[in-house]
């Protein structure tokens, strides 16, 4: 079946460190793989997506490039801040299906 | 409008009571879903209506029965729960029912006493 693994936190930076998140998958065939963000009290937004091999997703200065080499979706940011603290979710998604299925999360708190 | 809105915010409910969970979008997407998501957890897909049809219930307990009265609108009607059913409660929404990204709402949270 298809699963989702990523670094487990919590990751504690200070402002303005780079930030990288691991992710990993299993998956038949092409799926297109997400980063969701959950901001504390929130539900889920999507930060960015690709939907084939060597697609880069990136947005608010994130970036995410979708390896199928090393079945890969690593997370990027080059400059955090402290508005970026939130859980981070990996998920990926079948071609053809309708159900995502997530990472266990990585809590990341920026310190000013 | 790229919203989904969830009602109520909060619900604090008895074991013994009938409660319901609300959730709107007008973004005209096809497919809707619940999820339940504990702390410190990913959610974990409940539901998927898709044109306005059930495809997907991942064996969920009865006393969680859903429902989508029109393709703007899904409930999640709340009976005889227990307190391990505390968790916040998110729908969302996607265009079409074929790896799309999925809107998310803010959540329910729910505490059962």
């Known amino acids: 079946g298809n699963s989702v693994t990523q670094m487990e936190g919590p990751v504690t930076l200070s402002e303005e460190a780079f930030l990288t998140i691991n992710c990993t998958y299993t998956a038949t065939g092409y799926p297109s793989l997400f980063w969701y963000v959950q901001y504390p009290g929130e539900g889920l937004q999507l930060l960015l997506k690709?939907?084939?091999?060597?697609d880069k997703g990136s947005n608010k200065g994130f970036e995410a490039t979708y390896r199928k080499e090393t079945t890969s979706f690593h997370l990027e940011k080059g400059s955090v801040q402290v508005s970026d603290s939130a859980v981070y979710f990996c998920?990926?998604?079948?071609?053809?299906?309708?159900?995502?299925?997530f990472g266990g999360g990585t809590r990341v708190l920026v310190k000013p | 409008d790229t919203e989904v809105t969830q009602t109520p915010k909060h619900l604090v409910m008895g074991m013994t009571n009938k409660k319901s969970l609300k959730c709107e979008q007008h973004m005209g997407h096809r497919a809707m879903y619940w999820y339940k998501q504990k702390a410190k957890k990913p959610p974990e897909l409940m539901f998927v209506?898709?044109?306005?049809?059930?495809?997907i219930n991942e064996s969920v307990p009865s006393r969680f029965s859903p429902e989508c009265p029109n393709s703007s609108l899904l409930n999640l009607h709340l009976h005889a729960l227990q307190p391990e059913d505390s968790a916040l409660y998110l729908c969302?929404?996607?265009?079409?029912?074929?790896?799309?990204?999925?809107?998310f709402g803010s959540g329910t949270q729910l505490s059962v006493l």
């Open positions: 209506y898709s044109y306005e049809k059930l495809s």
């Open positions: 998920a990926l998604i079948r071609a053809a299906g309708n159900k995502l299925t």
């Open positions: 690709a939907t084939k091999a060597d």
């Open positions: 969302a929404s996607s265009q079409g029912d074929k790896g799309q990204k999925l809107f």
